[in-house]
């Protein structure tokens, strides 16, 4: 059970990382990543919607959907789900947190259309994962987008006071420094297998 919750862990967060193995989440990772404080808070909202949604639409696929025949709606399901619940993380942060809502502008609407929180949902019938490791999971890929943001807000932040070539100002240096971090937690693949030895 306990390797079972530490595979669990250190896959979402290293090995399967949303952001930097499967590339999903991109968006906001270019778009909030200018800045510490905006990428914790990006990444928090997301974490949040992450282990909300898969609360939710976990028991309603195999409770509702998959008994009546209509998996094949999963997809719309899980769209709606995740769609209502940012409208009521935008609602409150709008209310109680009204800087970090200004800060993370058209990034926070559009996590309702973050592939990253889609996949996290839909990835765990794919593995065979139960209600509890499914929601740890998403908790352990809502670490892995936290820690790929704020890696990636501190590279770029070193960036700023670098002396970088014209031609690879902005987009093209973004991207390339994207690439070599990307490297960097592939080379961690397989360590959770390294660990337990399956």
Known sequence: MLQGIVTI??????????ILSRFLGICPFLGVSKRVDTAVGMSLAVTLVMILATAITHP???QVLKPTGLGYLQTVLFILVIAALVQLLETALKKYLPPLYEALGIYLPLITTNCAVLGVTLLHFAHGLSYLEALLNALAAGIGF???MVMFAGVRSR???????KSLQGLPITLIAAGIISLSFMGLIGLAEGLFGG
Do not use: C, Q, R
């Not at 862990?9 to 949303?18: H, Q």
């Not at 960036?159 to 070539?165: Q, T, Y």
């Open 159 to 165: 960036m700023e006071g670098a002396d970088i070539p």
């Open 146 to 148: 936290l820690v790929a």
């Open 9 to 18: 862990l250190i896959a979402g967060i290293f090995t399967d990382n949303f």
């Open 60 to 62: 309603l696929y195999t």
